[in-house]
């Protein structure tokens, strides 16, 4: 898992991809995007449910990112759910096309975020969880949520 640095600023998460999703590795990665998306990302404006990223012609590419269009905006506002392509060093791209190619597994979108003034989007190579993996993880943080509860009614009592 990445460090949480003091200067990032999350813009949007996808909270249902680590229940959907086993994710193995997670890069950062930069996004092209214009004027009007990086200002409506600082507005907060960006959502992630059912994004996707594809490895295509050597470069990686974000497709269903809805951006909100700019408040302040013109005519010219950018379309909300253009492709997008994202930036990464030529042995990480290789790296993703090889794992999306095996059967299984995915490139989700877990969260964007700002980063020195640069947005940046955190994508993981993901595996789909069946319907008995999602209620054993719901069974899981039951019992962690039980046990918490448990101790610290055990610890007002002394």
Request: with cysteine.
């Amino acid at each position: 898992m990445a460090k949480k640095n003091s200067s990032e600023k999350i813009i949007c998460q996808n909270k249902q991809a680590r229940k959907n999703y086993f994710i193995d590795d997670i890069y950062e990665t930069g996004i092209v995007l214009v004027g009007t998306e990086v200002k409506a990302l600082r507005e907060g404006r960006g959502n992630l449910k059912d994004s996707y990223a594809t490895v295509k012609d050597g470069e990686v590419y974000l497709h269903d990112m809805h951006i909100s269009p700019y408040s302040h905006g013109n005519l010219s506002n950018h379309d909300p759910l253009r492709t997008r392509k994202l930036l990464l060093h030529k042995r990480e791209i290789q790296k993703l096309y090889g794992k999306s190619r095996e059967k299984g597994l995915a490139l989700i979108p877990l969260k964007a975020y700002l980063k020195k003034g640069k947005v940046k989007v955190e994508i993981g190579i993901g595996k789909g969880k069946k319907l008995y993996d999602k209620r054993d993880d719901l069974k899981k943080k039951e019992d962690q949520r039980d046990m918490a509860r448990g101790l610290r009614h055990r610890s007002r009592e002394w």
